[in-house]
């Protein structure tokens, strides 16, 4: 296939039980493999990289350095599940949950992340006004210091701003379509577009009784 510049890919793919392989024999082109049903999740393939185990069901292949050139979509393999443990290995102390799911700050930062979740990494993010309408009960002024308090909580350095907050809850998948809190009812799509009038009040950001947990990491590419 012909890519802008006259640059072309070529490559194998070769289907297995539960995932699929990928050969780049481009000699000088890295190959882009994205998940199509997560938009944080990808992978490169070097030039020349032989049968390179790809976990994804369905995803895109193009050249990397080419993001509007030519791709390719594959329907992989059905992935397979592994059956779990019947008891947990006692020797292995429980790893406990980096945020606490029952929290007000989980709340707002599950909002904050659901239009990534539900959509592509392009997407605008809510403001502090639509969160709070959202969730009731709350200012965008309570909004803004939960995510104050969730950068500081998950080690970001100070002032980097939402989408790094959600890049990274996202990528180490503290946020999920399936982890929606409870307590909060399915919102209305008057409520993603409007800003609150007036709220009456102001929620604290930390609850006693965190536990404190290892900070994540994030790479830059």
């Known amino acids: 296939m012909l890519a802008p510049q006259e640059t072309w890919f070529s490559g194998e793919i070769t289907a297995t039980d539960g995932h699929w392989l990928l050969t780049n024999y481009c000699p000088s082109e890295a190959l882009l493999v994205e998940n199509l049903e997560n938009c944080y999740e990808y992978l490169t393939v070097g030039p020349g990289r032989h049968q390179t185990p790809v976990p994804f069901e369905l995803c895109r292949v193009s050249v990397a350095e080419h993001t509007h050139g030519p791709h390719l979509t594959v329907f992989g393999p059905e992935p397979k599940h592994a059956k779990a443990r019947s008891a947990p290995c006692t020797a292995v102390p429980e790893a406990q949950p980096a945020l606490n799911r029952q929290s007000t700050y989980f709340a707002v930062l599950w909002t904050l992340c659901e239009p990534r979740l539900r959509g592509s990494s392009c997407c605008p993010l809510p403001t502090s006004g639509q969160i709070a309408r959202r969730l009731g009960n ?84």
């Open 138 to 221: 709350m200012t965008a002024r309570a909004v803004n210091a939960h995510i104050e308090y969730l950068i500081s909580k998950l080690g970001l350095a100070p002032g980097c701003g939402r989408e790094a907050l959600v890049e990274t809850a996202i990528r180490h998948c503290m946020v999920s379509l399936d982890g929606q809190p409870t307590r909060w009812s399915t919102p209305r799509r008057e409520d993603l577009c409007s800003t609150p009038a007036n709220a009456s009040t102001t929620l604290s950001p930390a609850r006693h009784g965190d536990r404190a947990t290892p900070r994540p990491w994030c790479r830059k590419g």
